[in-house]
């Protein structure tokens, strides 16, 4: 009886990591499908990519450059954070 219920055990265990692995073989995209949602597929989401890299960069860079920590600083608005 046990060593039935150990085959058994054996049989869900594979059988549950087969059909785990099916499932995600099924529903996850191919690799041509992943690089063209990328930024460097589409010239203008490259373009807007970069611009908001630049803003990014020009934050950090005038957050840096202050004495204040970033909280304290006052955004376009006159407004504290």
Known sequence: ?????????????????????????????????????????????MAESRARSALMMAKLKEVAESDKPFWMEEDRDGRKR
């Open 1 to 45: 009886m046990s060593m039935g219920r150990g085959i058994m055990a054996i049989a869900v265990v594979g059988g549950t990591c087969i059909a785990g692995y099916s499932i995600m073989a099924v529903i996850s995209p191919s690799r041509e499908t992943m690089l063209q949602k990328l930024p460097e597929g589409d010239p203008a989401k």
